[in-house]
């Protein structure tokens, strides 16, 4: 095997898929891209990395909520211009012809051109590491769109589009929640 740099070893398990994050700060909606998520569990818990230096956070920590919205590949140059960007300066909604969708629950829209919405609450801010861990309080899906690639990034401006679905659901039966 061939030694990897220590500071490169995350893009061998840089999480997935990329999402984005809509806020509101109580005057405007905003759009970030999010690498960096995890499920916490088989409960509606999830958490994102983010912090001070995305502009959204303010919002984060002050309204308590967002919405989680998961874009397929055909979204890919719109969720990387999205990420390069800042809603102090950019209505990105407006920018990159995004349909803001009224959420249910939670003051951030859903995000219509995207394949799933999750309307989420802020819990817990964990500020040494950055984790902003959200409940979801309302979920939709588009099973009607065509294109339901997700991307992952690899965190070195790569991404990888999801592939073939492999089932095993019979074989992990003793290890999946009712209902999945």
């Not at 700060?25 to 983010?50: E, H, Q, Y």
């Not at 690639?149 to 009712?178: E, Q």
Request: with cysteine; proline share 4%.
């Amino acid at each position: 095997m061939q030694e990897l740099e220590l500071n490169k070893a995350f893009t061998l398990i840089e999480s997935g898929p990329v999402v984005l994050v809509t806020t509101h700060d109580g005057k405007k909606d905003n759009i970030m891209t999010i690498s960096w998520t995890m499920v916490m569990d088989f409960t509606p818990v999830f958490a994102i990395t983010t912090g001070e230096w995305n502009h959204s956070f303010a919002a984060l920590q002050k309204h308590r909520e967002c919405v989680i919205a998961i874009p397929t590949v055909d979204l890919l140059d719109t969720v990387v211009g999205i990420g390069t960007c800042s809603g102090a300066d950019t209505d990105k909604f407006a920018r990159f012809k995004l349909t803001r969708v009224p959420a249910k629950l939670v003051k951030p829209p859903l995000i219509k051109e995207c394949l799933a919405n999750i309307e989420c609450k802020v819990i817990d801010i964990i500020e040494k590491h950055n984790i902003v861990v959200l409940e979801a309080v309302a979920a939709y899906i588009d099973s009607n769109r065509k294109e339901k690639r997700t991307v992952h990034a690899v965190g070195d401006g790569t991404f990888i589009v999801d592939g073939r679905k492999i089932d095993r659901k019979k074989m992990m039966a003793t290890k999946l929640p009712p209902g999945v």
